[in-house]
């Protein structure tokens, strides 16, 4: 079952198909997948049609009843066709979406950032238990083709109707991003009968028109939203000042979704995306003191005065542009006992990072011009077929493939035998790489309902990763059991194989030599490359109802891992690249709880996480032979390790108004050489208040919000840009103050 945030659900099987709702929370019993039907209208009413009209019924009113009856017995068959058995589950609906700072405006990290084992790092990233990355995104069930690795966010909030997050042990259906499935459902049914329009703004000169248009049109569901975002922190302060020297951001955004109902048992979606959006890069480096009025300039460079004040540090003028479209179509048919979705998907994506190039060769040695695209085209097809009273049998396939490409316009100083500047004229280097990879996979698995109470869910999966510099493959066991000794009292425990292939992004042996000899040469030139991360994890868990309005939940996990990939950045460019270690472990624990009564609702999570890490067997160039020999020798904690997390916060509704409060504690993560040292603890709280005006001109509800973020302007450091594969030092966000006015119509 789940209920709002940090409910947990440990998914069992079917055994009714009861649906109950009150107050925001949604149970789900069976246990099989969460039932997210938005109204609910359907929920008294068995799978099938909707009931037949009366006698006196107009056409109108049989329209409106029938078809929300559809979309939400569509919904719920596309839930069983994408259950998380065993898996552990964290939902987030409207209402906890609303109690977060900045509501439909929050950044999507900040919505995952509530959930138990989640840690918050730069670049708008999140870690879920101890990993880098992992995650893969799923928007009605449809996988979203995977993108660079940057740090504009595309999902947009507003689109949201409900988020599930699923990790632990999860079942065969989901392979190659292992870490977490979050899986989105957008706003369907009754929550597209009001169209919106929004105007967010305030602290770092924050500007935030957005509008969302969606309804229903006979068989056609719709839902559109348009955004647009400025302000002057696109990315975290390297200082601890109020505001950083040079960081606005611009970002254009656009979603959209239509349904078409061919008839009671089937539909077609398209989702379509694009995103576009323009970052100033913020200045200061990790090796001088960005408080400096006199920044000593290190490279001399033929034709410039390094004295000119026109050439400050302060006036360096990097920037970086990214951009992401996606379109996925789908098809889903449910009968009797077969229900299945096939979904051809496209995405492209392009990072296009522009130096400043005088200043960049006088405080860098390198001014570099880097482009970076990928191109995925790939097809998705899952079924469930109930083939025994008892088994429920589930299969399919995803296969994709992704083209990369690399290129580099480099200046650069030639350097003597000591690596000292020989030259002050820079030599131009251009280097232009690309690599291809293939992932597929397939599975097959059985939902076996031993008894009422005790479900066993187990398949396999058969996955293979074949690219321009490397191909493998791996059979993939997978196992989970749910027992309910009680009403109140769901466990579980499971065992999962996973096969996790690095993003195609190799660099190759001749292009590190090309840059052999100047200042922009590779710390060493050993460089093999990124294998598939392969791993056993195990996973068990307890979820206690201790009354009706009351539920805790505990889980412990572990994983060990052969060729563990991480992600660094190499350079001034926001690009993650992947490395791996030979041996890696992880492992920890979680707990929630949440308590919901009337308009008032309250959670608190806490999360512990251990991390550990050996030798360095890929993409060695990118760091200092001390350091890999170290690393070699000494198993390491991981630089995203955030030990322990913590996020608490209590909410007040009614249908005119809404007030919380929110916390959030990071434990701080690694940094230093080899990760050796920690960054310290911090603390943020956070409020808001909401209120909805309903008398107003026109008759269109307004409703008019404030938050205020880092109440009492907590400086606290995230990176200091020291640890493996770390950069440049970020800060967290120093206290803002944000209004938002929304008016339906």
């Known amino acids: 079952m789940a209920v709002g945030l940090s409910w947990f659900s440990m998914d069992a099987a079917k055994a009714d198909d009861t649906v109950t709702q009150g107050a925001g929370i949604v149970v789900s019993k069976p246990a099989s997948a969460v039932q997210r039907v938005g109204s609910g209208h359907h929920q008294n009413k068995k799978v099938g049609r909707a009931a037949s009209p009366s006698k006196n019924s107009t056409p109108a009113d049989v329209a409106g009843p029938e078809h929300i009856n559809v979309v939400g017995h569509l919904n719920r068959e596309r839930a069983r066709i994408f259950p998380g058995l065993g898996a552990v589950d964290y939902n987030i609906d409207q209402r906890q979406i609303t109690s977060t700072p900045g509501g439909q405006n929050a950044a999507f990290s900040q919505i995952l950032l509530r959930v138990p084992g989640v840690v918050l790092d730069s670049y708008g990233e999140v870690h879920v238990r101890g990993e880098h990355g992992g995650l893969s995104y799923r928007v009605n069930g449809v996988l979203l083709p995977e993108g660079l690795n940057g740090f504009g966010q595309e999902l947009d909030t507003r689109i949201i109707q409900s988020v599930d997050l699923l990790t632990g042990t999860l079942p065969a259906q989901f392979g190659f991003r292992t870490a977490g499935v979050v899986d989105v459902t957008t706003k369907t049914g009754d929550s597209l009968k009001h169209n919106q329009v929004s105007l967010y703004g305030g602290s770092y000169n924050t500007f935030v028109p957005s509008l969302q248009l969606g309804g229903q049109h006979g068989k056609l569901d719709y839902f559109t939203t348009l955004s647009f975002t400025r302000n002057n922190i696109g990315i975290e302060n390297p200082s601890n000042t109020f505001r950083a020297i040079h960081d606005v951001t611009e970002q254009e955004k656009a979603f959209s979704y239509l349904s078409y109902h061919i008839d009671d048992v089937s539909r077609v979606t398209l989702l379509t995306s694009a995103s576009y959006a323009e970052f100033e890069i913020p200045n200061s480096f990790k090796t001088f003191d960005a408080t400096s009025p006199d920044y000593t300039t290190i490279y001399d460079v033929a034709g410039i005065n390094p004295h000119d004040p026109s050439m400050n540090w302060a006036k360096m003028n990097d920037s970086q542009t990214e951009q992401n479209y996606y379109a996925v179509l789908s098809y889903q048919r449910t009968t009797d006992k077969l229900n299945f979705q096939a979904s051809p998907y496209f995405r492209y994506g392009r990072i296009d990072y522009t130096p400043d190039r005088d200043r960049d060769l006088i405080y860098q040695g390198v001014s570099e011009h880097e482009v970076n695209d990928f191109t995925t085209g790939g097809m998705q097809f899952d079924l469930s077929y109930e083939i025994a009273r008892h088994h429920t049998l589930r299969a399919g396939f995803l296969g994709q493939y992704t083209s990369e490409r690399l290129d580099t316009n480099t200046l650069a100083f030639p350097v003597d035998a000591h690596g000292n500047q020989s030259s002050n004229v820079p030599v131009r280097l251009i280097d232009n790489t690309g690599n291809w990879s293939v992932e597929a996979g397939a599975y097959v698995q059985d939902e076996y309902k031993i008894t009422r109470n005790l479900t066993f869910n187990y398949g396999i999966r058969y996955d293979r990763f074949a690219s321009s510099f490397g191909n493998e493959g791996q059979l993939s066991p997978r196992a989970n059991m749910v027992w309910k000794p009680t009403r109140t009292t769901t466990l579980h425990i499971g065992y999962s194989r996973y096969f996790a292939p690095p993003s195609p992004q190799y660099v190759y042996p001749s292009t590190l030599a090309k840059f052999a000899g100047t200042t922009n040469a590779a710390a060493n030139l050993i460089n093999n490359a990124t294998k598939v991360e392969k791993s056993h994890?195990?996973?068990?868990?307890?979820?206690?109802?201790?009354?009706?309005?009351?539920?805790?939940?505990?889980?412990?996990?572990?994983?060990?891992?052969?060729?563990?990939?991480?992600?660094?950045?190499?350079?001034?460019?926001?690009?993650?690249?992947?490395?791996?270690?030979?041996?890696?472990?992880?492992?920890?624990?979680?707990?929630?709880?949440?308590?919901?009564?009337?308009?008032?609702?309250?959670?608190?999570?806490?999360?512990?996480?251990?991390?550990?890490?050996?030798?360095?067997?890929?993409?060695?160039?990118?760091?200092?032979?001390?350091?890999?020999?170290?690393?070699?020798?000494?198993?390491?904690?991981?630089?995203?390790?955030?030990?322990?997390?913590?996020?608490?916060?209590?909410?007040?509704?009614?249908?005119?108004?809404?007030?919380?409060?929110?916390?959030?504690?990071?434990?701080?993560?690694?940094?230093?050489?080899?990760?050796?040292?920690?960054?310290?603890?911090?603390?943020?709280?956070?409020?808001?208040?909401?209120?909805?005006?309903?008398?107003?001109?026109?008759?269109?509800?307004?409703?008019?919000?404030?938050?205020?973020?880092?109440?009492?302007?907590?400086?606290?450091?995230?990176?200091?840009?020291?640890?493996?594969?770390?950069?440049?030092?970020?800060?967290?966000?120093?206290?803002?103050?944000?209004?938002?006015?929304?008016?339906?119509?």
């Open 537 to 745: 994890y195990v996973d068990g868990g307890i979820l206690q109802r201790i009354t009706p309005e009351v539920q805790i939940t505990l889980d412990a996990y572990a994983k060990w891992a052969h060729d563990l990939t991480d992600l660094g950045q190499f350079g001034r460019a926001v690009i993650l690249a992947p490395f791996s270690y030979k041996r890696g472990r992880v492992y920890g624990a979680e707990f929630g709880s949440s308590w919901r009564h009337g308009p008032w609702s309250l959670f608190g999570n806490f999360s512990y996480v251990k991390t550990s890490a050996r030798d360095i067997n890929s993409a060695q160039y990118q760091f200092d032979t001390a350091e890999l020999a170290y690393i070699k020798t000494h198993a390491i904690q991981l630089d995203h390790q955030g030990e322990f997390t913590s996020t608490a916060g209590a909410s007040w509704t009614t249908k005119h108004d809404m007030a919380y409060i929110d916390f959030v504690y990071g434990y701080g993560l690694r940094s230093g050489f080899a990760n050796l040292e920690k960054q310290p603890a911090y603390e943020v709280f956070n409020i808001g208040y909401q209120h909805t005006f309903t008398k107003v001109p026109l008759g269109h509800d307004i409703k008019v919000r404030a938050d205020v973020v880092n109440l009492f302007d907590k400086r606290y450091q995230l990176r200091n840009g020291s640890g493996v594969g770390i950069y440049q030092a970020q800060y967290g966000q120093r206290r803002g103050t944000f209004f938002s006015v929304v008016s339906e119509f």
